[in-house]
């Protein structure tokens, strides 16, 4: 058989596993895609550095990508340029592409996806999300007969870890960090993934493939970990609950105020300790996925390393290579559903809401009473600390589901209160389809 | 489009539930299969109990499977025949199968797949094991890339349900049975489930795939529930374990008396309470896959039921439908490795024995003496119930990992032993990668 021949993009980590398991595999990747999977290149931008690709190594990725003898282009620079330029220009070439570049996916899934379509091949990044944990053909084959109608989960595994150990040993945010960094499981510049971004990248593309409609990284509410503290870990943990960075995508049914739409968005949320979510530690991953015949599932596994990523990499290579060999082509994405985006404000959630208040009679009904006027009903109430001596105390409102406008309309009032001396945190309560939250 | 034409065998609990879906969501089924994808005909035994089908009932199975305007024929009627010789009928046509019949698959999936090979169409089974949960496409498409070492998973629910209350409740197993009768979840003849037959057709059909070679039901270990007492579950409580029905399919690498082989097996097993298998209750499924460069994955969901298993029916369809669409056929099934099936016997695993023995010094040396001379080792030994006042005494052994023929041996002498009064029970212990258990 003639064999399907690879250009890889990038040798980090992911590009050395990928390298690693085409060689020892060859066999049995052989057997599997129908043809011989062979490297036929790979561009890398210091290539002294990986001098046992000898021959294979190129500076040229403009080149390589466009080259006659490749079949198919696998990317892991990630990043959006140079990264988009030259799948682009791959596609075009009638190269079939596969890249665990979460970030180009989220911002601009749609030009790839239109290149694609318009060279007849093949498209998968089953790597971009979640690492080895089979997700998106899921989502985008399995559940294909049904109707999602929520995707929820832990999906960036550093601030899974540094959350994790917070809840573990009462550290705060900053030394939690510190020893993610330490034993690697965050970047020097840690912003990416504590701020969110990174998953609400893998959000966008979990919306649009769960909801077949066109969902981007812009599209995404995004609140990283920053500003969860010992304190609201201890918060939750009294209210039966721990804190995830949650991505939440979920399909909305029309009401009076727009149509059928979807909602994406990243943020920290308590969860009741008894959710399945909740036992997910460390850098592990895990995605609920709620469809109307399907009911609950769960996918849980390694969201990232080497290995992992690479499986998934390999996984779509093989699947690539078989289409190519029978002369075909994968499922496409659909998008047919265009399906508009819902504004933050108007989803409705359950809050946690803490303020440090003056100390006298009256406050916990003056701050009630606000919450009554912005048309946020309460669940619980109470207040802490009172004779403490400093003259302040503690208030902490559950609330039951309210508009995040209303509730943010709320909070900004109790802050400009001379009672309030000030707003100790707001967190959102998801129970995930579970009962048994408080409130 | 030219519709993508359906003929359905059988009409139950999951087939309506498939005709249901079909009309209700004909709009987007169509948007994703890139066609309308319509019910051609349903067979059925006694068509005067679904008189709202109306013309598109039929008794004349084989006529339907065959006729023109037929693209795709769906059973789910279940048993070995008349669904071989209608699907082999059908595939002999040029029709495409979806089926979610593990019986069959599992006794003779090779002629299915040979047959669908031989006219080039799609034979698809998501539903065929555990119900809603995107497994076997996972399986065979997600982590083609890499090499899968172990399958093991809870894959029946109404011995889950069962073990869940004997658990929960400290019920006897007839109580528990009786309840899952009572409630549904077990059929009048529970034969298939607690025998463990079910689960058995399951780990074929999984070993098969995972390890790309061909796995019978024939050549599953099998053993059910029916002998699973009050006094296990509480036994496997006091070693922080549970016991669950487990299906495990493994590879094992060459040795001295074998090439590179696979084995399957079910039987009840103690697993550690912190795994989170243990935490699966009452009717759920879940699968855990090890490979080598994925590591650790987790599949949950529903196991049976009519809209779960008809949602992963509906996946299968919308796929096949497609693929007729694009003119081509999915990855196919691959038993390129032909990997012998590793006798029960010489598997290894680890025991957890529990004696009734005379109340005598020396005895408690007599019993772990005829485990060495097996070769069997103790990680733990303890005797209970001395000065009971009737004689007696219960010692329970728990064994490293032992060769399944030497512990069997072992236990035959030893209830052939004038001071035991008999073997209370024989338990493995599966601890499956993790760390923790007892021994």
Do not use: W
């Not at 596993?17 to 085409?22: G, K, M, N, S, Y």
């Not at 059928?260 to 969860?271: C, G, L």
Request: one cysteine or more.
């Amino acid at each position: 058989m003639k064999p399907i021949r690879v250009a890889m993009l990038g040798c980090g980590t992911v590009g050395r596993e990928v390298v690693r398991l085409l060689r020892e595999q060859a066999d049995e990747l052989a057997a599997r895609a129908g043809a011989p999977v062979e490297l036929a290149g790979v561009a890398v931008r210091r290539p002294h550095k990986h001098a046992d690709l000898g021959d294979l190594l190129t500076a040229d990725a403009p080149g390589l990508v466009t080259r006659d003898d490749v079949d198919v282009v696998v990317e892991v620079i990630g990043g959006i340029e140079p990264a988009r330029t030259l799948l682009l220009e791959a596609l075009k070439a009638g190269k079939s592409v596969v890249t665990a570049n979460k970030a180009l996916l989220a911002e601009d899934g749609a030009s790839l996806a239109v290149a694609a379509d318009a060279s007849g091949v093949d498209l998968y990044y089953e790597a971009a999300v979640a690492g080895a944990i089979p997700l998106l053909r899921p989502l985008r084959e399995s559940l294909v007969g049904d109707r999602i109608t929520r995707v929820a989960g832990i999906v960036n595994g550093t601030t899974n870890f540094i959350l994790s150990a917070m809840a573990a040993s009462g550290a705060s945010y900053a030394d939690a960090l510190e020893e993610a960094t330490r034993l690697g499981y965050a970047e020097a510049d840690p912003s990416a993934d504590v701020d969110g971004y990174d998953a609400a990248s893998k959000a966008a593309i979990l919306a649009s493939l769960a909801f077949h409609t066109r969902v981007t990284a812009a599209d995404v509410h995004c609140e990283g970990i920053r500003a969860v503290t010992a304190g609201d870990i201890a918060a939750a943990s009294a209210m039966g609950c721990v804190i995830k960075l949650l991505a939440i995508c979920e399909r909305a049914p029309a009401d009076a105020s727009m149509p059928e739409s979807v909602s994406a968005r990243v943020h920290p949320a308590m969860i009741p300790a008894t959710h399945p979510l909740a036992a997910v530690d460390g850098a592990f991953n895990a995605v609920f996925v709620e469809a109307e015949a399907a009911g609950q599932l769960m996918f849980y596994g390694q969201g990232a390393g080497g290995a992992p990523t690479a499986s998934a990499v390999l996984g779509d290579l093989v699947a690539v290579a078989r289409n190519r060999v029978l002369g075909g082509r994968g499922p496409r994405e659909s998008a047919y559903a265009s399906l508009p985006v819902r504004p933050m404000g108007t989803l409705r959630t359950r809050y946690h809401v803490s303020l440090e208040v003056v100390d006298r009679a009256g406050v916990l009904s003056t701050i009630t009473g606000e919450f009554a006027r912005h048309g946020v009903s309460i669940a619980a109430a109470r207040q802490t600390g009172e004779g403490n001596g400093d003259g302040s105390a503690r208030i902490v409102v559950v609330t039951h589901k309210a508009p995040e406008a209303a509730l943010a309309a709320t909070v900004d009032v109790l802050a400009g209160l001379d009672v309030v001396h000030g707003v100790h945190s707001v967190l959102r309560v998801e129970d995930l389809g579970r009962k048994g939250v408080a409130g």
